[in-house]
């Protein structure tokens, strides 16, 4: 059952926000780089990437301007489908997921904490469909070719577009948003707007 966070409306449409330029994307020249506190780094190409296992999750999305999206279906790769690649060290509880900012591959990452994206409601989605739409691929605006969708106990900030890597992490840190003093938690059920 669907519920509406306080101080949220709900919309059937998909709006777009973001800073920054749209990227444009080179198939030849993308790659996405697992880093940080793990054994070993890893880089995948795209089409390395968009060979791993699929999933198809159903996702409610939560913007902090105050729009909610009820019942968005997106087919991806989970966050824990990319985790079986790599061997964390001891104590790693967040990470950051990087995505292009105005022509820097790795300009642009929201902070969040490991063990809550797990599930199958945490994606690096391609395509989605809606009740008003077929399936369809993400358009650029909306961060193709690969978007992260976070689970809906989080604003859709942390969702961050045209992704570039995931850096893990012993300590929380502040991603882009986060600087400059939204919430590092970001629940939208609590209002967790801004710091």
Known sequence: MKKLP????????????????????NEDTWDFTLFGEV????????????????????????????????????????????LKLIELNEGVNYVQIFGYYDGDRMGYCANLPLEKLLGDD?????????????????????????????????YLWKGTKWVSGIRFLKEDEAGFWEEMGYSMTANPFKEERYR
């Open 6 to 25: 306080p101080g949220q409306f709900e919309t059937d449409k998909w709006p777009i926000l973001h800073v920054g330029d749209v990227y444009e994307f």
């Open 122 to 154: 945490s994606l690096f989605v391609f395509r989605w469909k809606d009740e008003h739409h077929d399936w369809e691929e993400l358009d650029p605006k909306h961060g193709y070719p690969l978007r992260f969708i976070p689970p809906d106990s989080f």
């Open 39 to 82: 054994k070993e780094e890893v880089t995948l190409s795209f089409q390395e990437f968009m060979k791993l296992p699929k999933t198809v999750s159903t996702v409610d999305m939560h913007c902090v301007t105050t729009w909610s999206k009820f019942g968005t279906t997106f087919e991806g790769i989970t966050f824990r489908e990319l």
